[in-house]
């Protein structure tokens, strides 16, 4: 089959949907005259749309995607799905993924293929290697494609001092790294002669009042409540971005800014973030309880143990690259 329209609905958090832009851009890459439309987490959607990855996209939670749990489907749900050739259907759970695609199906969708999002637990595999592996019936084979976002404009000239984002905050508080060596570090780098900013979403008030309240030198610009391609949009200027397992850390190394990602229940073997210029810090190598890419680890308060040495070495240690691959001599 050679759709001409393609429905994919990948229903995540801003992380699992920035670690699917590669399967997008690989299918772009197999159908390119197919028009895509992508149905999930509206935010970073609307980076891969400016990426090219994607032409339409829309809300999991809209009111047309409630109609396909109904009993039979609405004369409104067929005439807006009857014109799609293909359906792909990314899901948790295997039996999810099938009723949800039996569902499309019965709607008017021609085809629907149901795929789970997951790798196996213990398998190793990386999620965004897994999601392009799932792709193998229509055609697609690896390598998994390099994407990078552009969040619609080119990166501006330098600021007067290097700019530092910090994020303190994750989806959940066993994610998070302590505030207070967050504040350390930050302090480090204003001693330096850095500038610094921090970001946050709705969930990360008290991880960032703690970075705040433990800080004695840096005075941060706060970056929270900026919709997320604005923010992406002031990424860009950064030198450099230092982040727990978040979706926010996902966007910065997306964006090629200099990231250090700060992991320890989650394995990053699953989990990194795309990016030429990513340093993972894994507090958990050791954990025995995280080989599930679904759970993590919810035992082990391993993050609590990290102290600023390492991830400061680590900051280094993707500043130098990235210095030695924008080097004017640097070889094309």
Known sequence: MTPSNLLVLRPGAIGDTLLTMPSLAALRGRFPGAEITVVGNQAPLSLGHAAGFLDR?????????????????????????????????????????????????????????????????????????????????????????????????????????????????????????????????????????????????????????????????????????????????????????????????HLAALLDVPTVAIFGPFDPSYWAPIGRYVEVVDAGRSCPHRFDPREGCRQCAVLAGLDPGPVWEAAQAVLATASRDRSPSACP
Do not use: C, Q
């Not at 109609?67 to 609405?74: A, K, N, Q």
């Not at 295997?94 to 949800?100: I, N």
């Not at 999002?117 to 190793?124: M, V």
């Not at 433990?214 to 706060?222: K, T, V």
């Open 57 to 249: 996209h829309d809300a999991f939670g809209a009111a047309w995607v409630s109609d396909l749990f109904g009993d039979e489907p609405t004369p409104a749900l067929r005439t807006r799905l009857d014109r799609f050739d293909l359906g792909i259907v990314w899901m948790h759970a295997v039996e999810a993924a099938s009723d949800l695609a039996a569902r499309l199906e019965r709607a008017g969708v021609r085809e629907a293929l149901p795929l789970v999002s997951f790798p196996e637990p213990r398998s190793g595999r990386y999620l965004a290697d897994h999601l392009v592996d799932t792709l193998l019936p229509l055609g697609i084979t690896g390598p998994r494609p390099a994407v990078t976002l552009r969040p619609g404009v080119e990166r501006p000239h330098p600021l007067p001092a290097p700019l530092a984002v910090f994020h303190p905050g994750a989806g959940g508080r066993h994610k998070r790294w302590p505030g207070e060596r967050f504040a350390a570090l930050a302090d480090r780098f204003a001693a330096s002669g850095w500038d610094v900013a921090v970001t946050r979403g709705p969930a990360d008030e008290d991880a960032v009042a703690i970075f705040r309240s433990r800080l004695l030198l840096a005075n941060p610009a706060d970056l929270g409540g900026l919709p997320l391609d604005e923010l992406a949009r002031i990424l860009t200027r950064a030198s450099l971005f230092v982040g727990n397992d978040s979706g926010m850390t």
